[in-house]
């Protein structure tokens, strides 16, 4: 479900055409839809209503602070995987008590700023996070509520690369030592554990092996209850699927919040979920303009002004997009088989290989849909290439929330060592 269309011939990103967005901004650009971001933070929202539940949008799937800003007026609050993070969703005007900060590797500064935050929750991943969290915020006179991520031993399916819930991955604590974990926190100073938390992997489209891993997460906190700790928080993370080709049929958003009420049926509970895909995937587009047709060896290659710096998903998991020519093209014209490439030096810089698609010629703009979940945010300015602007639509009006830098901005940060710049 999004709202990015053709209309009158020209594809729409609500009620302004993506041509007008490209002509005043320039490509590569990427543009989200205000009303789909809405809509998929409301299909959750709504069917949690009158629960004690917090939303908790993951940034690192789409971070820009335009984005953040307007699921934080819908009530969102953040999940974050680093200080920088931490410091967007802020800046963004989520408060601190509606924040949980995740992952692997977080550092002392990091721990610390979150302490000195004030956020609703560390989700912490191994013994020695706890020790170090349990010292920063001791000496700091602080108590830090944690919940541990716990690693269920579930296979969630999909890319290899974004399955997270296996023995072999490095997050989370061994399952069967869960117990001993919540022990270990009763006794250290500066940490309460109030919660349970798991994610099992991305872009999961058939939402079984969740009930699976949410069902023993109800298990644990049943059992942890029983020994008396005060559990009074599940956090069950992210990662549920959106459709990338026409053809794909991902559990929907109401069926994966069906499925989390009946799991959790009859326990009383805070409710955290972790959503970064599901809201901002469908609802950002990245448009690009052709720059060469170019024939060879038998095969035909469009080049773009956009490359894998841009939107790095095909080249890092192989990733699909829809490609779709921003001017509709007749239905009854033949289709051409073409690899669709982008103008950095390297041989992954390849969006699709023999796609079919209308005629595209010098000039033409297309856009790759689905890309408002790790497009912008895994961009580089790998070959001096300017980062893509960003432009969020609302209705009838747009804006851009970041702008693509200048050259000189580009090097600003950069300076030659001070000894071949000294004066004599
Ligand atoms: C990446 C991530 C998410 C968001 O995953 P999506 O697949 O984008 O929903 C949520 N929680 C954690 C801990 C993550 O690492």
């Given at each position: 479900?999004?709202?990015?269309h053709?209309r009158d ?6 009620d ?5 967005i490209?002509?005043q901004v320039?490509t590569?650009c990427?543009v ?5 971001l809405t809509?998929h933070?409301n ?7 009158g ?7 993951s ?5 820009n602070i ?14 974050v995987?680093?200080?920088?993070e ?8 989520i408060p601190?008590?509606?924040i ?8 002392r500064?990091?721990?610390k ?6 956020i ?9 996070e ?6 920063i ?5 602080k108590?830090?509520?944690v ?15 974004i ?6 991955h490095?997050f989370?604590?061994?399952?069967h030592e869960?117990?001993?974990f919540y022990?270990?926190?009763r ?7 109030v ?5 099992i992997g991305?872009?999961i489209?058939?939402?079984?092996p969740m ?7 109800v298990?644990?906190?049943?059992q ?6 005060a559990i ?13 080709k026409p053809t794909d049929?991902p559990d929907t958003?109401?069926q994966?919040?069906q499925?989390i009420r ?7 509970i ?10 901002a995937g469908?609802?950002?587009v990245?448009l ?12 035909s290659?469009v080049?773009?002004?956009s490359?894998m710096?841009?939107l790095?998903?095909?080249?890092l ?7 779709l020519?921003?001017a509709?093209?007749?239905?009854d014209?033949?289709?051409?088989t ?9 041989s992954?810089?390849?969006?699709a290989?023999?796609?079919?698609m209308p005629p595209?010629k010098?000039?033409d703009?297309?856009?790759?849909m689905?890309?408002g979940a790790?497009?912008a ?6 070959n001096?290439r300017p ?5 969020i639509?609302?209705?009838d009006?747009?804006?851009?929330i970041?702008?693509?830098?200048t050259y000189e901005?580009i090097?600003?940060?950069e300076?030659?060592p001070h000894w ?5």
């Open positions: 479900m999004h709202h990015f053709y011939g020209r594809l729409h990103c609500e302004v055409p993506l041509d007008t490209a002509d320039g590569p990427y989200y839809s205000t009303a789909t809509r933070y299909v959750l929202a709504d069917a949690f209503d629960s004690k539940y917090l939303i908790a949008y940034v690192k799937a789409c971070g335009g984005v953040a800003k307007t699921l934080a007026g819908l009530g969102a609050g953040a999940d995987v680093s200080g920088g931490l410091y967007k969703a802020l800046h963004a005007g601190a008590s509606r949980v900060f995740s992952g692997v590797g977080k550092t500064d990091e721990l700023m979150a302490l000195d935050a004030g609703h929750q560390f989700n912490v991943e191994s013994l020695p706890m020790e170090r969290l349990s010292q915020a001791a000496d700091m006179g108590v830090a509520p919940a541990f991520r716990v690693n269920p031993h579930v296979d969630a399916g999909g890319h290899a690369n399955s997270t819930g296996g023995a072999e490095k989370g604590i061994a399952w869960a117990g001993t022990q270990r926190a006794d250290l100073p500066g940490i309460d554990p919660g349970v938390d798991v994610h991305s872009q489209t058939d939402i079984s009930r699976i891993a949410f069902e023993k997460v298990t644990l906190v049943k942890l209850r029983a020994e008396g700790f009074s928080r599940m956090d069950l993370g992210g990662g549920l699927g959106i459709p990338y049929n958003p109401a994966y919040a499925m009946e799991v959790k049926q009859g326990v009383d805070e409710l955290i979920l972790e959503p970064g895909r599901m809201i469908n609802a950002g990245m690009a303009t052709v720059e060469y047709v170019k024939h060879r060896d038998g095969r290659f080049i773009l002004d490359g710096n841009d790095m998903r095909p080249a998991y192989d990733a699909h997009h829809e490609i020519p921003l509709e093209a007749d239905s014209t033949p289709l051409e073409v690899d669709i490439v982008g103008p950095v030096c390297e992954t810089d390849r969006f290989k023999a796609r079919s595209l010098q000039d703009r297309i856009a790759f689905s890309a790790y497009g945010v895994l961009s580089s300015q790998y001096a980062i893509a602007a960003e432009v639509v609302n209705g009006v747009f804006d851009v970041r702008r693509r830098p901005e090097v600003a940060l300076s030659a071949l710049t000294q004066q004599e």
